[in-house]
């Protein structure tokens, strides 16, 4: 066989659920958590850009959150409770990870695996705008979580409390803008959604 089996490895992201422990209404898959993640890191990095006077890098931040999970096409997903619990299997977990992101990355032809590499190991980013990605990353499973309860499931209803709290604790303010103003019409039903209109 001749040619690169990356971007063929890339699109089986779509066969990965998430939420394995959880009794769902809907899968969510890994390619639509990764694109979900990657739309709402662009939109806490403009937010933050745009009202709070940061120079977040948009590109650079968008990528990151798009790849950010693509080692899971390997390892699967380690449900959090498992993948937290402990130090030690957190830390074990850490470098499987990164050797399933090694293992990607070669798939590449060996021009184009500098360009792609460190959007696969989360490397190239410094603290503020790794932790905007993570927030993104909790951002999208809280949303998961809403979806889930409106769709009448209560199984999501811990989920949902403990990642509003983890993302409160983040302590940024890109967070608090977009729950304010974005996150209510989560809620709403799409003939709700298209009367909705912005004021101002």
């Not at 009448?152 to 940024?172: V, W």
Request: glycine share 6%; with cysteine.
């Amino acid at each position: 066989m001749t040619g690169s089996s990356f971007f063929a490895m890339l699109f089986r992201m779509k066969y990965i659920n998430r939420w394995g422990l959880m009794r769902n209404t809907r899968w969510e898959n890994l390619s639509e958590h990764s694109m979900e993640t990657a739309m709402l890191s662009h939109a806490l990095a403009v937010i933050g850009n745009r009202r709070l006077g940061r120079q977040y890098p948009l590109e650079k931040i968008v990528l990151h959150a798009l790849y950010h999970d693509c080692s899971e096409i390997l390892t699967g997903d380690l449900p959090t409770p498992v993948k937290y619990d402990n130090p030690a299997l957190q830390g074990s977990y850490k470098e499987v990870e990164l050797a399933a992101c090694r293992r990607l990355t070669n798939l590449l032809p060996p021009d184009l695996r500098e360009a792609f590499a460190p959007y696969l190991s989360g490397g190239g980013l410094d603290e503020s705008a790794r932790k905007l990605v993570k927030a993104a990353d909790r951002l999208a499973a809280f949303i998961k979580c809403i979806e889930e309860e409106k769709a009448g499931n209560r199984e999501f209803l811990p989920a949902k409390e403990s990642t509003r709290k983890a993302l409160l604790a983040m302590g940024l303010p890109e967070v608090s803008i977009f729950l304010e103003e974005f996150l209510p019409a989560f809620s709403l039903t799409l003939d709700e959604l298209e009367t909705k209109e912005t004021e101002g």
